[in-house]
């Protein structure tokens, strides 16, 4: 990996972006080898979180025009801008952790996540209007879904950023915690979802992402029991370690089978 590190901690992959020369604006290379980085962890059961984050004082500036130019257009790989933003088989939670400024295909990015856990110094925008570009990364259709249609709509037109309490009041970012603790409050958080059986979060993840997706609630609740992560979770070993758990008032130990 060139502009990428990847590193497993126990059952969590820490993915970051490490361009910091260049606010981790995204060039062809790094699309591919964030590709290879979330194929790795999608397909590896012995990982359950991810954490995706910026070296430097940015997450991520987003397209790495000057390349661009310089290199000309390449194709996006397979599941997408930075190989996460068409990733809608991907079950296991994701959390970026921004540490500073996410602009165009960095918010589209970090709008993919599950969670954005945010320092107070970090700013969020799709500023693709201002050089005639359209943000085509899902910024779009995410941020109306995530925070109704008429705040989207006026981040969105304008291409005005906004720092991340005002994120966290429109609702797209989940915590906003001060710069020096972010890295604790994302540790928070991790530690958090592992506590709960793995399959139990897949099943909950995809049955909220797919239930979206159906016309209404008793669609999706009607159809819940038909998505692939609901079967595995429903004749898991963990469904009955759970209960085996409770029964003999002791801690769980998940083996995410």
């Known amino acids: 990996m060139e502009h990428i590190t990847m590193e497993q901690r126990g059952r969590v992959t820490r993915i970051t972006l490490a361009r910091p020369q260049v606010l981790n604006a995204i060039n062809a290379r790094m699309h591919e080898e964030l590709e290879e980085a979330f194929n790795a962890f999608a397909a590896d059961e012995g990982q359950w979180v991810a954490v995706v984050t910026g070296q430097g004082r940015g997450f991520c500036a987003g397209s790495d025009l000057k390349a661009a130019a310089a290199e000309g257009f390449k194709s996006y790989p397979a599941h997408g ?7 809608f088989d991907c079950d296991k939670p994701i959390i970026a952790a921004v540490n500073g400024l996410a602009f165009g295909g960095g918010f589209e990015v970090a709008l993919a996540c599950d969670l954005i856990i945010a320092a107070e110094s970090a700013r969020f925008g799709l500023p693709e209007p201002r050089v005639g570009a359209v943000a085509l990364g899902g910024g779009l259709h995410r941020l109306a879904r995530q925070i ?5 709509m006026g981040m969105i037109l ?15 970012v989940t915590e906003v915690v001060p710069d020096a603790q ?6 928070r958080w991790v530690e958090t979802i592992l506590q709960g059986a793995p399959l139990s979060i897949r099943a909950s993840k995809q049955a909220v992402m797919r239930g979206l997706d159906e ?7 009607a159809a819940q029991a038909a998505y692939p992560a609901f079967a595995a979770w ?15 008032k ?8």
């Open 148 to 152: 109704g249609l008429k705040r989207a």
């Open 234 to 248: 429903s004749a898991s070993q963990d469904l009955r370690e759970g209960t085996t758990a409770f029964a003999e």
């Open 250 to 257: 002791r801690p769980p130990v998940w083996q995410g089978r």
């Open 182 to 187: 972010l890295e604790s409050a994302v540790e």
């Open 215 to 221: 016309p209404g609630v008793a669609a999706a609740m």
């Open 158 to 172: 304008s291409a005005q950023p906004v720092d991340a309490a005002e994120g966290e009041r429109l609702g797209f």
């Open 81 to 87: 801008y930075a190989g996460l933003i068409e990733r």
